[in-house]
């Protein structure tokens, strides 16, 4: 089975040559700044670029990347310098030398220096080449997910240029990514058919529509399947979209191919860091491949775990454990352990379902698999169980005394990054730890900051609204009637008055007088019998 899924593996080929990361690459971003603000690093140093000053961040493309700042977007430069003003509500990447853009709920297309080229008229505009957009004309409000990039599948999709005209109108059903190298190629559908055909920017189809199920290009190859004769069919094309590896029956039983229902997912990037490594979905399972498309790996994972680029992550081969090291490859092959904890702070827990272990990034076990049971890391600390006994022990086997237990917020109030929730006469404000007020304490309910805001109840407007680090209401993002700290899936809160905005504000000081302590339990939240 393993050797089957090798050479599949092998056949695939499937990542583009990504390039590598440089010191001076401001390549990942984290939002983790004071007042939640954005900061840009590099991947291999983690040294900061760019310091937190943006409210979200994008990532780079064509050395540019979307930030917003004061509730609107802009482009920096790998500098952080603003190339772009922010006056987008959205941005997306550049793609070709375009990038869509979106002011109020229309999306349109700019170039490198921030001039329209397309004005904000359809619902979604994204850039196929250098002059041809895949373009949505609708009445619905533009969706932020993807934004700024094709999506594995549109609907009502058509190919508009950017000096004004279309250059097929929305016909195609559904259009899906072929590649994005800008050869202004894409998989299409015609309007009465689920039958994909490769469709050119001038509108043409360079393959006609046969395939039922089709998948991006990478190293140079796009998976394609069918039925002829109800006998499912899968092969792969080039990039010209001519087949290159023939049609034929793939048998899943054996190891020798993928199943025909997952085929239009079947070679979809899931992750791939700066160093090239990337996890690619392949029958519902992940293959790991390195910068040149090879398979790092034999197996194809269970879908448990996704490339954190920084440590080693977990994998499971039918319920088996072990990590991808960073490069790619397997620290133990094959997969060993029945359960693991993941790597934090260069170090990870792993057991053979009797006895547990810790083992540092390259492998090497620096507790041995001795322990009867780990509980967790303080201080540099493991706290394990060895012979009935709870101990602490080094990265080196040595006992030391419990490291004393951090102390907790004051009152439970922090928001981190140096600043807490405080409170004066039932009003509410937010305050470095020093005491200095940030936002004096004059809202009946306040939330910590994110994304550079911090949302207040504004009695006299009847909303809650955005304040900004210095304390001042934010024009952006627009106030609202309900706002939650928190937030749960498929749930409702608990209600504590009719009218929506003053039950908000209630839920909140609810939640506020829990966090000081003055509450015995938090407010609930209540199922809506979803699920």
């Given at each position: 089975?393993?050797?089957?899924?090798?050479?599949?593996?092998?056949?695939?080929?499937?990542?583009?040559?990504?390039?590598?990361?440089?010191?001076?690459?401001?390549?990942?971003?984290?939002?983790?700044?004071?007042?939640?603000l954005?900061?840009?690093?590099?991947?291999k140093?983690?040294?900061?670029?760019?310091?937190?000053?943006f409210?979200?961040?994008?990532?780079?493309?064509?050395?540019?990347?979307a930030?917003?700042?004061?509730?609107?977007?802009?482009?920096?430069d790998?500098?952080?310098?603003?190339?772009?003003?922010?006056?987008?509500?959205?941005?997306?990447?550049?793609?070709?030398?375009?990038?869509?853009?979106?002011?109020?709920?229309?999306?349109?297309?700019?170039?490198?220096?921030?001039?329209?080229?397309?004005?904000?008229?359809f619902?979604?505009?994204?850039?196929?080449?250098?002059?041809?957009?895949?373009?949505?004309?609708?009445?619905?409000?533009?969706?932020?997910?993807?934004?700024?990039?094709?999506?594995?599948?549109?609907?009502n999709?058509?190919?508009y240029?950017?000096?004004?005209?279309?250059?097929?109108?929305?016909?195609?059903?559904?259009?899906?990514?072929?590649?994005?190298?800008?050869?202004?190629?894409?998989?299409?559908?015609?309007?009465?058919?689920?039958?994909?055909?490769?469709?050119?920017?001038?509108?043409?189809?360079?393959?006609?529509?046969?395939y039922?199920?089709?998948?991006?290009?990478?190293?140079?190859?796009?998976?394609?399947?069918?039925?002829?004769?109800?006998?499912?069919?899968?092969?792969?094309?080039?990039?010209?979209?001519?087949?290159?590896?023939?049609?034929?029956?793939?048998?899943?039983?054996?190891?020798?191919?993928?199943?025909?229902?997952?085929?239009?997912?079947?070679?979809r990037?899931?992750d791939?860091c700066?160093?090239?490594?990337r996890?690619?979905?392949?029958?519902?399972?992940?293959?790991?491949?390195?910068?040149?498309?090879?398979?790092?790996?034999?197996?194809?994972?269970?879908?448990?775990?996704?490339?954190?680029?920084?440590?080693p992550?977990?994998?499971?081969?039918?319920?088996?454990w072990?990590?991808?090291?960073v490069?790619?490859?397997?620290?133990?092959?094959?997969?060993?352990?029945?359960?693991?904890?993941?790597?934090?702070?260069g170090?990870?827990?792993?057991?053979?379902?009797q006895?547990?272990?810790?083992i540092?990034?390259?492998?090497?076990?620096?507790?041995?698999m001795?322990?009867?049971?780990?509980?967790?890391?303080?201080?540099g600390?493991?706290?394990?169980?060895?012979?009935?006994?709870?101990?602490?022990?080094?990265?080196?086997?040595?006992?030391?005394?419990?490291?004393?237990?951090?102390?907790?917020?004051?009152?439970?109030?922090?928001?981190?990054?140096?600043?807490?929730?405080?409170?004066?006469?039932?009003?509410?404000?937010?305050?470095?730890?020093?005491?200095?007020?940030?936002?004096?304490?004059?809202?009946?309910?306040?939330?910590?900051?994110?994304?550079?805001?911090?949302?207040?109840?504004?009695?006299?407007?009847?909303?809650?609204?955005?304040?900004?680090?210095?304390?001042?209401l934010?024009?952006?993002?627009?106030?609202?009637?309900?706002?939650?700290?928190?937030?749960?899936?498929?749930?409702?809160?608990?209600r504590?008055?009719?009218?929506?905005?003053?039950?908000?504000?209630?839920?909140?000081?609810?939640?506020?007088?829990?966090?000081?302590?003055?509450?015995?339990?938090a407010p609930?939240?209540v199922?809506?019998?979803?699920?």
């Amino acid at each position: 089975m393993r050797a089957g899924l090798a050479s599949v593996g092998i056949l695939l080929g499937l990542a583009l040559l990504a390039a590598r990361a440089t010191a001076a690459e401001p390549n990942t971003w984290r939002c983790d700044g004071k007042f939640g603000l954005c900061r840009y690093l590099n991947w291999k140093t983690n040294q900061e670029i760019i310091p937190p000053r943006f409210e979200r961040g994008m990532p780079f493309s064509e050395g540019l990347a979307a930030v917003s700042v004061g509730g609107r977007f802009g482009y920096v430069d790998e500098r952080g310098e603003i190339v772009i003003e922010p006056k987008f509500d959205l941005a997306g990447e550049f793609l070709h030398g375009l990038a869509e853009v979106l002011v109020g709920d229309k999306a349109g297309i700019i170039d490198r220096k921030g001039a329209f080229v397309i004005p904000p008229m359809f619902r979604r505009a994204i850039p196929l080449t250098g002059d041809v957009v895949v373009a949505i004309e609708d009445s619905k409000r533009s969706g932020y997910l993807d934004f700024g990039r094709i999506p594995y599948d549109l609907t009502n999709a058509g190919l508009y240029h950017i000096s004004g005209y279309w250059v097929r109108k929305p016909e195609p059903r559904w259009i899906s990514l072929f590649d994005k190298a800008g050869r202004g190629l894409i998989w299409a559908t015609e309007r009465d058919s689920r039958l994909y055909g490769l469709l050119a920017s001038n509108g043409e189809w360079v393959v006609e529509p046969q395939y039922e199920s089709v998948g991006q290009l990478y190293d140079e190859r796009a998976l394609v399947g069918k039925r002829v004769d109800k006998v499912k069919l899968s092969g792969w094309v080039d990039s010209t979209g001519q087949i290159v590896v023939p049609l034929q029956p793939l048998d899943v039983s054996n190891g020798q191919g993928q199943d025909y229902r997952a085929s239009n997912d079947n070679g979809r990037v899931l992750d791939t860091c700066p160093n090239g490594v990337r996890a690619i979905l392949i029958d519902r399972k992940v293959q790991i491949v390195d910068a040149g498309g090879q398979p790092t790996t034999p197996y194809l994972f269970d879908p448990t775990g996704r490339p954190t680029c920084i440590d080693p992550f977990p994998v499971s081969l039918d319920g088996i454990w072990s990590f991808i090291g960073v490069d790619g490859h397997l620290l133990f092959d094959p997969p060993a352990f029945k359960d693991q904890l993941g790597f934090k702070d260069g170090y990870a827990a792993v057991s053979d379902g009797q006895k547990w272990g810790v083992i540092d990034t390259s492998g090497r076990f620096v507790l041995p698999m001795t322990l009867e049971r780990y509980i967790g890391r303080r201080d540099g600390l493991f706290q394990v169980v060895i012979a009935g006994r709870e101990v602490w022990l080094t990265a080196t086997g040595e006992e030391r005394p419990e490291p004393p237990v951090a102390h907790a917020a004051r009152n439970g109030l922090e928001c981190g990054h140096g600043l807490e929730l405080v409170e004066r006469d039932g009003l509410w404000g937010i305050a470095d730890n020093d005491g200095t007020p940030t936002i004096p304490p004059r809202y009946r309910a306040l939330d910590c900051f994110r994304d550079g805001v911090a949302w207040a109840a504004i009695d006299s407007r009847h909303q809650w609204c955005a304040l900004g680090p210095d304390g001042l209401l934010r024009d952006r993002p627009a106030c609202k009637t309900q706002h939650y700290p928190i937030t749960w899936t498929h749930s409702v809160p608990e209600r504590f008055d009719q009218d929506l905005f003053e039950d908000s504000v209630l839920w909140s000081r609810a939640y506020l007088e829990y966090r000081a302590g003055r509450r015995a339990s938090a407010p609930r939240w209540v199922s809506d019998g979803m699920r």
